[in-house]
């Protein structure tokens, strides 16, 4: 018991070590950092909450080209007042999503485990939450000029992007490409996470 | 006995369906297609709805009414329970996959937990950091030659989402547990029942998030079902193998992007 608490001991104080070194990783930990201290454990008003997080979110992560990637092979046949409109509900609705998903969050450790190149401007930082089980979180960033955008975030294989990619693939293939009615969908389902709140 | 038969009925019939007769000629619809293989979505539609309802009209309102009840540390007790019976059976895939070091670990984790943990009511092995890599059948099926995706999806009865490899798997590592012939039945179902409501109070947050996050529920479901099992069947398969004789690997590609900046 003693050896695994020191090889712990160790391994914690080589993430922090990695932590401060590595730019991309120190991205992902300061953006935790962020929400958790101004969002979470902030003691204000649930409408300042999601303010806040609304910055923080929108700020690192690059919804445009999530939101294009998401689209698919519609995006390039939608027009480009139904592409902003779609964009914008979006964004609206990863937020809110995301607001609740980080709701959830009561205290657990994040530990970053190293950060990977993926192809010239693109890198994986892996990181582990402990939860009662570790979970595996793979946060891909771009990097952009000297900083990074989150431009994809995968839970135990499960990714983002591509989650929403298929799932509104479907939504598009049944509608007969409508992005339009897609995002009075994302709209009404936005709407939900509100009524949620004020109960 | 009963909901084997589920399994077996579903899980068989569309083997004999697979194969690409109408495979659409869209890019949109074929990706989906070949991403998703769901051939039998219309029925896959219908039991999810049955299940949908299933959930909203029983399982949710216990579930909640049993959270309110139970503290969250007898809660996590009984989930650790149910996780320490499975373990056997993990064991016992560890071995048929040659997966030696994760068979070492779930040794290592049963032992710990059934004795000092209490019957399993306690989980000292991960708190020791003593992974928990739960082998089942699917993979094994896998790691023996059947590789790919898994063949169509499948949306269980109550059970929920599958496909055709794991739901044989899964009746398979069923069959396999010794509860399954060590109690009775009416306690086995009495188990199977308490273990399905427990788990579901302690996810009911994320469950519903989830639902709401979705424009639509069941393809969200899918695809994360899709992607979440490509990770833990090639978790066994070896890193030497082409990326072909893999399951589908669901990295984004996002090389048609126009970035802002370029």
């Given amino acids: 018991m003693k050896k695994l608490t020191a090889l712990i001991c160790a391994m914690m104080l080589s993430v922090s070590v990695m932590a401060a070194q590595n730019p991309a990783i120190s991205f992902v930990d300061d953006l935790a950092d962020d929400i958790i201290s101004n969002v979470l454990t902030a003691e204000v008003t649930p409408e300042q909450k999601l303010e806040t997080f609304r910055a923080a979110f929108t700020k690192a992560v690059d919804l445009k080209s999530v939101g294009q990637f998401v689209l698919g092979v519609y995006w390039r046949k939608a027009n480009d007042a139904d592409k902003q409109e779609f964009l914008d509900a979006f964004t609206e609705f990863t937020t809110k999503t995301w607001a609740d998903r980080f709701d959830m969050y009561h205290g657990q450790d994040i530990l970053f485990t190293g950060v990977r190149n993926a192809e010239r401007n693109q890198y994986y930082v892996d990181s582990q939450i402990q939860d009662k089980e570790p979970v595996e979180v793979i946060w891909r960033l771009r990097q952009k000029g000297d900083s990074y955008k989150i431009i994809d975030i995968i839970v135990e294989g499960v990714s983002m992007a591509m989650s929403y990619r298929n799932e509104y693939s479907a939504v598009l293939q049944q509608n007969g490409g409508n992005v339009k009615a897609l995002a009075e969908e994302l709209r009404k389902k936005s709407a939900a996470f509100d009524n949620q709140n004020k109960k | ?262």
């Fill in chain 2, 1 to 262: 006995m009963g909901k084997f038969k589920y399994i077996f009925v579903f899980g068989f019939l569309p083997l004999v369906m697979t194969g690409c007769a109408t495979c659409p000629t869209d890019p949109a619809e074929a990706e989906l297609y070949h991403q998703t293989n769901d051939p039998l979505e219309p029925m896959n539609r219908g039991i999810f709805a049955f299940n949908q309802m299933a959930e909203g009209a029983i399982l949710r309102p216990i579930a909640k009414g049993y959270r309110f009840i139970m503290p969250e540390l007898v809660r996590n007790s009984i989930a650790n329970f149910f996780d320490n019976l499975k373990q056997p059976v993990y064991f016992a895939n560890a071995l048929l996959q040659g997966e030696f070091k994760s068979a070492g670990a779930i040794l290592g984790r049963f032992t710990l937990n059934t004795i000092w943990g209490v019957g399993g009511l306690f989980d000292i092995a991960t708190e020791a950091n003593i992974p928990n890599p739960e082998n089942d059948f699917g993979q094994t099926l896998a790691k023996w030659g059947w590789r790919g995706d898994g063949g169509p999806y499948l949306m269980l009865p109550i059970l929920g989402p599958s496909d055709v490899r794991d739901g044989i798997g899964r009746g398979v590592d069923a069959l396999a547990e010794p509860a399954t012939w060590l109690v009775e039945p009416e306690v086995w179902y009495t188990g199977w029942a308490v273990n399905n409501i427990n788990a579901y109070a302690n996810n009911i947050d994320l469950l519903e998030n989830l639902e709401k996050s979705s424009a639509d529920y069941y393809a969200a479901l899918r695809t994360m079902y899709r992607q979440n099992r490509a990770k833990k069947i090639n978790s066994v398969i070896d890193s030497t193998e082409t990326t072909e004789e893999k399951a589908p690997a669901y990295e984004a590609d996002f090389s048609d992007i126009d970035w802002e900046d370029e």
